[in-house]
């Protein structure tokens, strides 16, 4: 089973002509509200994917329709946790070739506590995966519990702090990064990735596929991106680590899960949205990427 402490969002999205800059107005062509956040979103991907995923998390009075979404999606709502706050929330700006910047609210995601986290995890067992992002806090203490416990750790360290990954990583089993984030990682600490007390490290290259750096190994593995027409790449590294960890947690190999992770992702990019239209099992074998 997959626990994953995690973000829950509104996702406003808003398409404009181009990405607004400095000081700049911009009047959008369209607008849409889904579900999303990075915690929602994998967690998502990962219950599309075929695995029990059970989230921890938080939402406001305001974010029920979010719960009983997931809980739609398959996912595990229990330890979703309702406080007197605003729900996350994130307005993403989306360009005509699919590119985006987002501003995000972190809201009750940044109230969920220790304590919420623990309760959550005395229902884990060994073997069970502990997946984390960084829109929410806590990881440190989710971390150490879930190794007491024998969980394994699979953290995307996003949006990216180079200490936060140096805080755990001597608990974390997968680091997921994309090619930014793993050159401000380097810059900012001068660690090699090959370096790192971490049995496996993904990094995602975007168009240009991903890299898997396997120091149990001590080897390096790239692997091809499918090719597809990019209308939106919102979501998609989230779609790629729910499925790789989903894949991971079903008993696949590194490179099985790095190829049905690769295929979900490349079919994200194909749809315009977040958790709401994040592809499912079916979706894939039912499409030629030939």
Known sequence: MIWNLGSINADNFYHVPHLPGPGETLAATEFYQGLGGKGANMSVAAARAAAHVGHIGAVGSDGKWAVDRLLEYGVDTQHISTIETATGHANISVDPMGENNIVLFSGANYLVSDQMIGAALTEASPGDILLMQNETLGQGFAARTAKTLGLKVAYAAAPFRADAI?????????????????????????IELCDLPIADIVVTLGRDGCKWVSNKAKSSQSYLAYKVDPVDTTGA??????????????????????????????????????????????????????
Do not use: C, W
């Open 166 to 190: 140096v805080e755990i990583m001597d608990q974390i089993d997968l680091l997921v990064l994309n090619e930014v984030e793993a050159a401000q990682f380097f810059e900012a600490t001068k």
């Open 237 to 290: 590294g989230d779609t790629f680590t729910g499925y790789l960890i989903a894949g991971l947690d079903r008993g696949m190999d590194m490179p099985a899960a790095i190829d049905l992770a690769s295929q979900a992702g490349a079919l994200m990019v194909t749809r315009r949205g977040t958790a709401d239209v994040i592809p499912d099992l079916k979706d894939i074998q039912d499409h030629n990427f030939n």
